[in-house]
């Protein structure tokens, strides 16, 4: 994390894991803390988080499952990615701020690594590259059956606030597709314990909370 002050938290999952929700969940959680009182509580989402970087998740998140060339996703993920962490994350954390961010590079190792069947050594080297390495202190990733999880986005329909399009192209990619994800974030968080903590997403939407909590808290025990 270099010279940054702030803290920065991920929150990594297949699609319908429930992310969005425990992410304003925990945000809502750090402001009525008398500790985190002067800090800033920062939520964001990739791809996106600043307006380039939206215009960038409707070209990604739209249209047909196989519209677009494995490596164009890949470079459009890490260009709304540079954008950013390079206008909103790090300014945030450098003033001393925590940002909570829905997805980061572990979406991009699980989807465009595992998934797609890129190599996950170029994938660190373009993270390196680009973003300086810039890391998470803590991710939590939540971990749901893939069928289970595709099965509760169905209701969710039309979510973009910007496009007004479907925002469905990765959850209409085959379901073969979803259970390589998945299991890329499962060899993710075994491969690098000490930062990405696995909580169980199949309980009710409080437990999920409570676990989430107990994990920051031993995380960061000043809170
Ligand atoms: P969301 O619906 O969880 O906001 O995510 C949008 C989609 O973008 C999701 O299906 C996963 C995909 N994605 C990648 O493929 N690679 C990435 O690096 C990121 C951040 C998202």
């Given at each position: ?93 450098q003033k ?119 994990v920051v ?7």
């Amino acid at each position: 994390m270099g010279a940054n002050l702030g803290r920065f938290i991920t929150f990594e999952g297949g699609e319908g894991s429930g992310k969005s929700t425990q992410i304003n969940m925990l945000a809502d959680h750090l402001r009525s803390l008398p500790s985190m009182a002067q800090v800033d509580v920062v939520t964001t989402r990739e791809p996106g988080g600043t307006p380039m970087a939206e215009s960038i998740r409707e070209l990604l998140v739209t249209g047909e499952p196989n519209s677009m060339e494995a490596k164009t996703e890949l470079l459009l993920v890490m260009a709304a990615r540079v954008e950013h962490v390079q206008k909103l994350i790090n300014p945030v954390l450098q003033k001393g701020g925590w940002v909570l961010c829905d997805r980061f590079m572990d979406s991009t190792l699980a989807y465009q690594g595992y998934g797609r069947g890129m190599s996950i050594e170029h994938l660190l080297m373009l993270n390196q590259w680009a973003l300086s390495g810039l890391n998470p202190d803590l991710t939590i990733f939540l971990k749901i059956d893939p069928i289970i999880g595709l099965a509760r986005t169905k209701p969710r329909g039309t979510n973009s606030e910007h496009s007004g399009e479907a925002e469905d192209r990765f959850e209409q990619t085959g379901a073969e597709f979803h259970k390589l994800v998945y299991d890329g974030f499962c060899k993710l968080s075994q491969n690098n314990k000490e930062r990405i903590r696995s909580i169980d997403a199949n309980q009710s939407i409080d437990n999920v909370q409570k676990s989430i909590w107990e994990v920051v808290r031993s995380a960061f025990p000043n809170l």
